[in-house]
Each structure stands twice: as C-alpha cells, then as structure tokens.
C-alpha cells in the first residue's frame, strides 16, 4: 500500500470504527489539506508515517507501534494455534494504548491478555498498561 492510500484510508477508517475523540473535529481542521478532490494529512503529519506490507506469519517489523491493522486475515483464516502465536507477536509490537484493529466479525482467541476492547463492537482493541494487567 502507498503511503497515500494507507493515508487516505486512516481517515476513512477511523471515524467509522467509532475511534472520534472530543478533539477530532479540531485535528480535521488542523490536521487536513481541503480540497475539492478530498481532504489530505498535511505533510508535517504523514511523512513520520510509514506503511509496511509483510507476511505475518514469517516476519514481523521489530518497531513498535501506536496502530496495527489486521483485518480479516489472522482471526478468520489462520487455526487456533497459529491464532495465538500471531497475537502474541502483534502484542509484543503494540505500545501501551496502542490500539490493535481486526475485522468486525472477528473474534480474538481466548488470553488476550493484555488488550481491552476500545470499541469490542468495531473491532478495536488497546492494549493495556502492565499496571492494569495486574490487577
């Protein structure tokens, strides 16, 4: 995916998971480029941003992230096993409150440990502080 595409679908995607904040109408107007074809993360905003396609179950970025999208692959198609080995290298990439997104229709495997539903409804997950874990 470009970083143009994975952009523009962040700003779609988002409001639509229910992920809009009391701030959000602020960061639209601030945050945005207008223009009569749609609107653009100003480039201040989407040059740190970087889009990476890989093979999850081989590989996997050594960052950490804020953001992690994994629809309709991992929960839908991979066996139980496979399921939590996957989730248990996506939660190790995951800051703390860090939100893991995942299809609407999918369910995570049982232990996961870690990750509260933001919006279970939408799919979105964030990962708990090991304070809270805890406990």
Known sequence: ?????G?????WCLPKLGLIWPGYRKVQRQGFDHTAEGSLIKAEFREPVTFVEQDIRHTMPRES???ILCRYLVFTYFDAP????????VQERMRVGGALVIGRDERLPGGELGLIPW????????RASPAIVAT
Not at 1 to 5: C, P, Q, S, T
Not at 7 to 11: A, C, S, T
């Open 119 to 126: 919006s279970q409804k939408a799919g979105v997950y964030r």
């Open 1 to 5: 995916m470009k970083d143009a595409e």
């Open 82 to 89: 496979l399921q939590g080995k996957t989730l248990q290298h």
């Open 7 to 11: 952009v523009h679908f962040l700003q």
């Open 65 to 67: 992230f804020h953001l």
